[in-house]
């Protein structure tokens, strides 16, 4: 087994339960979420939770969410040499990609290829083309929503591009 970490963003009171209940049963181990309400209502939570599970249980695990239509969410999987990300809005629908053991995303030579296919000699479609690979239109929504589970200072090792560079940018002084 491997180390999993489900990020529930957003969910209806009327799924928390259903939520533990599907962890449970795609894990066989009981779970229980410690969630916190949307400040903005009383009727959205967010919580998480981390799991022992494989790749396999990652996916089915995102795929049962995501058939819930009403949820903002990531699953994460960390083995020892690889891991995945799954990100899922209501809005944009479900973003999968394959990830090292800091979290990067890989990105195939293929998919480059293709990217600089579309692209041709315009490097706004290329900028948007690997927006898509890396999936930057979940990191925006979800951005938000990483700040406030685990304190403002957590977001359990997902970072968007955006937010990194900034990040990044605070930390460099001119000579």
């Not at 916190?36 to 396999?56: H, M, P, Q, W």
């Not at 890396?134 to 406030?148: C, F």
């Amino acid at each position: 087994m491997s180390e999993g970490l489900v990020l529930i963003h957003r969910a209806p009171s009327a799924l928390l339960t259903h939520v533990e209940w599907t962890i449970s049963g795609i894990t066989g181990n009981p779970t229980i979420i410690n969630w916190t309400k949307e400040y903005s209502t009383d009727s959205i939570f967010r919580g998480s939770v981390a799991i022992d599970c494989s790749l396999n249980d990652c996916a089915t695990l995102a795929s049962a969410f995501m058939n819930l239509k009403q949820l903002s969410f990531e699953v994460i999987h960390q083995s020892a040499l690889s891991g995945a990300r799954w990100s899922f809005t209501p809005s944009l629908g479900m973003f999968h990609c394959a990830t090292d053991e800091a979290g990067n995303l890989f990105v195939g030579e293929n998919q480059i290829r293709t990217s600089m296919e579309k692209a041709g000699s315009n490097i706004l479609k290329l900028q948007a083309e690997l927006r898509k690979l890396l999936g930057q239109a979940w990191d925006d929504e979800l951005e938000p929503y990483r700040e406030l589970i685990g304190g403002a200072e957590s977001n359990h090792g997902v970072m968007s591009a955006e937010a990194e560079r900034v990040s990044y940018g605070q930390n460099i002084r001119p000579l």
